[in-house]
């Protein structure tokens, strides 16, 4: 077979799985979104939740480390019991903390130095665009900061899927850019039938499809999608620390929507540089 048509054929296998709906996951990440998946219940006791936590042991112990750092636990005493620690974080941050789990979960399986590292990058980008969700969320809309955060999480899912699948095809692309030509293609159709598979809420689903568009309507209330957007296009100021390489001329409406020109965005930027500091340790 050549390259042409070993390229046709991961083309044809990820159509299959997309059309039928049947996307192939670790069985740990599986096991991670159904966790996250029983979080969306508010009424469920946390005794049960913690239950459902202590069968996924990365999480488990993930949520039992967050609950003792000092941006939670504000005592020196140490917390080793589940339900204390779901208690004290909260569903909303225990949820994060779970598609956080199952993400990086994605990300390690790769065998292949190169799709690691290639995850890698992806990876370290998503959580970057999640703090950056959270707090322009927080300080410039009336959303939910959790909610934003996990749009910023999932916001580019589909591209984890495809380089997670493509490391079963040892030597199908020739190049990196023939991967990411795919990658670009491809990533928008999967993202959309992961979500949905998942069970994610309408406006994060929406956030994570129409960030890019560049049609987005000028509201008076800006919406998750207009966090997550903003957020993906601040994403590079926030890594050179400067905001003055933007062309302001040219900002994506949802910065409009969100209020965000120039003095503002660099006053966010600083107020919140520490704050990102602290999400940033506590998800990646």
Do not use: C
């Not at 609950?67 to 225990?94: C, H, Q, W, Y």
Request: hydrophobic share 45%; no cysteine; glycine share 4%.
């Amino acid at each position: 077979m050549n390259q042409r048509e070993s390229e046709f054929e991961f083309i044809k296998g990820l159509s299959a799985e997309l059309s039928s709906r049947n996307l192939v996951f670790p069985t740990s990440l599986k096991a991670t979104m159904k966790i996250r998946q029983a979080l969306d219940d508010p009424d469920m006791p946390i005794e049960q939740v913690a239950r459902i936590i202590s069968t996924e042991p990365v999480l488990s112990a993930q949520v039992l480390m967050l609950s003792n750092t000092p941006m939670f636990n504000r005592t020196s005493k140490k917390i080793d019991e589940l339900k204390v620690a779901v208690s004290l974080l909260g569903f909303g941050v225990v949820r994060n903390v779970a598609i956080s789990v199952g993400m990086k979960q994605l990300k390690d399986q790769q065998e292949n130095a190169t799709k690691s590292e290639q995850m890698e990058g992806l990876w370290t980008r998503s959580v970057r665009v999640a703090a950056l969700s959270l707090v322009i969320a927080k300080n410039r809309s009336k959303l939910s900061p959790d909610k934003a955060m996990i749009a910023g999480l999932l916001h580019d899912i589909g591209k984890f899927y495809i380089l997670s699948r493509a490391h079963q095809y040892q030597g199908l692309f020739h190049s990196e850019e023939a991967l990411w030509d795919l990658v670009d293609q491809w990533h928008a159709d999967i993202g959309a039938a992961i979500l949905e598979s998942w069970e994610v809420s309408d406006d994060i689903r929406a956030a994570v499809m129409d960030r890019s568009r560049d049609d987005l309507p000028l509201t008076q209330r800006a919406s998750l999608t207009d966090v997550v957007s903003a957020a993906d296009f601040l994403d590079a100021s926030f890594v050179k620390q400067s905001i003055d390489e933007l062309d302001w001329e040219a900002i994506p409406t949802s910065l409009v929507n969100l209020k965000l020109d120039h003095d503002q965005t660099e006053n966010l930027m600083n107020e919140t540089r520490q704050e990102m500091a602290q999400i940033l340790k506590v998800i990646a």
